[in-house]
């Protein structure tokens, strides 16, 4: 049997134990994920379609990966205009494999059900039995999350949007974790790029062309 399935806005056509990597989905390394939307599912010729969906289908599959594709550059320059802009853009992927295509509404079956209970016991057996005790831990996993990848400068920070490349929104992640200034950015590593790369969604590239662009608007 396969089906074809939707997600991440492309469609792929399945069945069990099929490998694929997908637009990245929510979970961990060993979780069972579900995918609602089927278009069509069948079995030889003979093939049901759906509505855009088909009513009832499901199709189960385990999480094997999260990673990056390979980052996508994008260069526009116009002539005569002294004027260029390269992006770069680095999509995050899931590789998961086809578990099971779960048709009529029925559910997944016991093994993936018995798997996900596992995992919820181990949790609950490996936390704190008191909320005293959960207390520190809770505490030093804030501050270990909020912890930013830079320490800010003091000072007034400066319009990072002036950029080329950096819109409200990255300007805002770039605050939040340290990076406020021009000259910051113009003094980046190779050691830092990489390491916003590897934490952050901007690519290696993408962060370069803007240290070279901080470059002359740290010097105004």
């Known amino acids: 049997m396969f089906a074809v399935i939707k997600t991440g806005g492309k469609q792929y056509r399945v069945a069990a134990n099929d490998l694929l990597k997908i637009e990245k989905v929510e979970g ?3 979780d069972i994920v579900e995918i609602g939307h089927v278009l069509a599912h069948g079995e030889g ?3 049901t379609f759906g509505a855009p969906f088909v009513d009832g289908a499901l199709v189960t ?3 094997v990966e999260q ?11 116009r002539r005569r205009q002294n004027s260029r802009r390269k992006i770069g853009h680095r999509q995050l992927l899931t590789t998961v494999r086809i578990a099971e295509i779960l048709l009529g509404g029925a559910k997944p079956t016991k093994k993936a059900a018995a798997k996900a209970e596992a995992k919820a016991e181990a949790k609950a057996e490996a936390a704190p039995k008191t909320e005293a005790e959960a207390a520190p831990k809770k505490e030093a996993r804030a501050t270990e999350t909020a912890a930013p990848l830079f320490k800010a400068p003091k000072g007034e920070p400066d319009d990072l949007t002036v950029i080329k490349g950096i819109g409200p ?10 990076i406020t200034t021009f ?4 003094k980046l590593s190779d050691k830092d790029i990489a390491k916003i790369d590897e934490h952050m969604p901007f690519s290696a590239d993408q962060i ?3 240290r070279e662009q901080a470059k002359d608007l740290a010097k105004k």
């Open 28 to 30: 961990q390394v060993g």
């Open 45 to 47: 010729e003979n093939v």
């Open 61 to 63: 599959a385990e999480v």
């Open 67 to 77: 990673g990056k594709n390979r980052t996508v550059i994008a260069f526009k320059k």
């Open 169 to 178: 929104v990255a300007a805002g992640q770039l605050n939040e974790q340290g």
């Open 183 to 186: 000259a910051q950015i113009a």
């Open 208 to 210: 370069t062309d803007w």
